[in-house]
């Protein structure tokens, strides 16, 4: 699979958007682009996934761009419940996920 | 609905013993993958396991690892004869579909295994 790179750590004000950004410059035409979250001391937690359009859902959204190259994780108005670390992840198994060091998200009240 | 159900929680092991973690799926999921955090890295994939049949175990050790998924019961990750390199968060999910343009994975909080 493909390799992802994102920023170490991210930090947000709390109830505003938060750009988590992941470049994957390798990307296949068959690799899906998941994100998940892990927060301390917690298994991971799906968020999104995306192959060449855009995705909406209740958690957040996922931005890929047109060459597929890069793509964002748009989280609306960030809580502090989503303090976690952001892993971008590319599969084209569809199953075996692989993590990455992520973004560690800091939300300030 | 109960989520992914991982026992125990923390386990210590001197080194030459033997570890078994148990992971239980979602309810009515069929597919299970096992994962391996080392301290200071992200989850390694390991073994993905259907009922009774192992799919792919590309990501496991050749040695001394070994996991199964009987058509009753928990899933099994077994670690024979255990090294200090094998301390680390093993984490355990499942998913109702397999592979394809969707495949959510629900993850369990995860076995501490530290080896002394």
């Known amino acids: 699979d493909a390799k992802t790179t994102q920023p170490n750590s991210m930090e947000s004000n709390e109830e505003e958007p938060v750009h988590l950004p992941c470049n994957h410059s390798?990307?296949?035409?068959?690799?899906?682009i998941h994100w998940y979250r892990q927060l301390p001391s917690q298994g991971p937690e799906y968020v999104i996934h995306g192959l060449t359009s855009n995705v909406n859902n209740r958690m957040a959204s996922l931005a890929i761009a047109e060459d597929r190259k890069s793509s964002t994780l748009i989280l609306h108005r960030a809580t502090l419940r989503d303090a976690a670390v952001y892993y971008c992840?590319?599969?084209?198994?569809?199953?075996?996920?692989?993590f990455g060091k992520g973004t560690s998200l800091l939300v300030t009240p | 609905n109960a989520g992914v159900m991982q026992n125990p929680r923390h386990l210590v092991r001197r080194r030459g013993q033997e570890a078994r973690l148990r992971c239980s799926p979602m309810?009515?999921?069929?597919?299970v993958y096992w994962y391996r955090q080392l301290p200071e890295e992200g989850l390694k994939f390991m073994v993905y396991?259907?009922?009774?049949?192992?799919?792919?175990e590309s990501g496991m050790p050749k040695e001394r690892f070994s996991a199964e998924f009987p058509k009753e019961g928990p899933s099994i990750l077994r670690i024979q004869q255990v090294v200090r390199g094998d301390s680390a968060a093993y984490f355990c999910?499942?998913?109702?579909?397999?592979?394809?343009?969707?495949?959510?994975?629900?993850f369990g909080p995860g076995t501490r295994l530290t080896v002394l």
């Open positions: 999910a499942s998913s109702q579909l397999a592979g394809g343009s969707y495949n959510e994975q629900f």
């Open positions: 309810k009515g999921h069929s597919h």
């Open positions: 396991l259907q009922k009774e049949n192992i799919i792919d």
């Open positions: 992840i590319l599969t084209n198994s569809g199953y075996a996920l692989n």
């Open positions: 390798t990307i296949s035409g068959t690799d899906y």
